[in-house]
């Protein structure tokens, strides 16, 4: 089984532009969550998407939207980029809703943005 | 709100030897899973043991097991016989049923193992 796969791996941006992320998760796995990571702030919880609906959402700004198709993929938008957005960004898959421990998240390589 | 606090930044241990990373959190509920993740250089975030809350047992899984304290809030991992592909960042993180697959981590310890 293919594992969670992340495009692109790398992007340059500068400040202002808009960006979207793309995140394939693992074959039969309806929830995709999306955390950034940085070397100041650690690993924080963007969203999380399940069948299609955004189901918990971190707090980050209105900048930092994301989306969930019919086949599981999932698709984060950061609009207006800002210095600090500069970040690894990483998505997670996972079977289900999350209830039971064993609902085991595996991670994508993640994507390195930098916002010059 | 939950959180989780690693207070060792970084740690060494010696080949073959044994090693414990701390980690404490903070909930009011009773209900939760307990996590250490391990994240090379490489950057891929890999699962290195669970824990239910409601389980007073201490997980184990190989060279890896935890010791888990609900009482005091405490989840620390020990790594028995360290090798030198166990040097990695590894982050403590907490997940409670009420917020999905929602996963708080702590900063993290980078582990360093010399040969």
């Known amino acids: 089984k293919a594992g969670v796969t992340q495009t692109p791996r790398y992007l340059i941006k500068t400040r202002g532009q808009q960006v979207t992320l793309s995140c394939s998760p693992i074959?039969?796995?309806?929830?995709v969550s999306w955390y950034q990571q940085t070397p100041g702030q650690g690993l924080q919880f963007l969203f999380e998407?399940?069948?299609?609906?955004?189901?918990n959402k971190g707090n980050f700004p209105g900048r930092f939207s994301g989306r969930q198709f019919s086949n599981s993929r999932s698709e984060m938008n950061v609009s207006t980029l800002e210095l600090g957005d500069s970040a690894l960004y990483l998505c997670?898959?996972?079977?289900?809703?999350?209830?039971?421990?064993?609902?085991?998240?595996?991670f994508g390589p993640g994507t390195r943005l930098t916002v010059l | 709100a939950q959180t989780v606090t690693q207070s060792q930044p970084e740690m060494s241990v010696q080949e073959a030897e044994t090693v414990t990373l701390s980690c404490t959190y903070d909930t009011s509920e009773s209900d939760y899973y307990l996590f250490w993740y391990k994240q090379p250089p490489s950057r891929q975030m890999i699962l290195v043991i669970r824990q239910e809350a409601y389980k007073q047992q201490n997980a184990t899984e190989n060279r890896f097991s935890v010791n888990f304290q609900k009482a005091a809030k405490s989840f620390s991992l020990k790594i028995s016989d360290s090798q030198l592909g166990d040097a990695a960042m590894y982050f403590c993180a907490y997940r409670s049923p009420l917020y999905g697959n929602k996963l708080v981590f702590g900063a993290g310890t980078i582990l360093r193992v010399k040969s």
């Open positions: 074959s039969g796995h309806r929830s």
């Open positions: 997670a898959s996972s079977p289900g809703q999350g209830s039971s421990s064993y609902n085991e998240q595996f």
């Open positions: 998407y399940f069948s299609e609906t955004q189901r």
